[in-house]
């Protein structure tokens, strides 16, 4: 994959650490973005190499938010268990509710 690093300009990393020995290959790089943090990116060696490093920070805050609310909402409810109920159709003796 490195080799591909040379011509990049733009660089969005998921799983590879982005340091020193990355960014000494990616020579017309100029900017690396990352989702909602930076902990696979070295941001000194980034500055190091005149090269900005953004991310999008909280731009998924609302989503996670109402998530943990739907679920919430669902254990309070015992949702998981009357679905497997109704798709299962359990004995009614086992029904506890």
């Known amino acids: 994959m490195l ?3 040379e ?3 733009v660089l969005i990393p998921e799983h590879i650490k982005v340091d020193c020995s990355l960014l000494s290959i990616a020579k017309k790089l100029k900017l690396v973005q990352t989702g909602a943090g930076f902990d696979n990116v ?3 060696a980034c ?3 005149g090269i900005w490093a953004a991310n ?3 731009v998924n805050a609302q989503a ?9 909402l669902s254990y ?3 949702i998981p268990f009357l679905d497997s109920f109704m798709k299962n159709r359990i004995d009614e003796n ?3 509710i």
Do not use: F, R, W
């Open 3 to 5: 080799h591909h690093i």
């Open 76 to 78: 309070y409810k015992n």
């Open 42 to 44: 070295d941001i000194d």
């Open 64 to 72: 996670v938010a109402e998530h943990v609310m739907a679920l919430i």
């Open 7 to 9: 011509d990049c300009q």
């Open 47 to 49: 500055t190091q190499y």
């Open 56 to 58: 999008a920070a909280g």
């Open 94 to 96: 086992e029904l506890q």
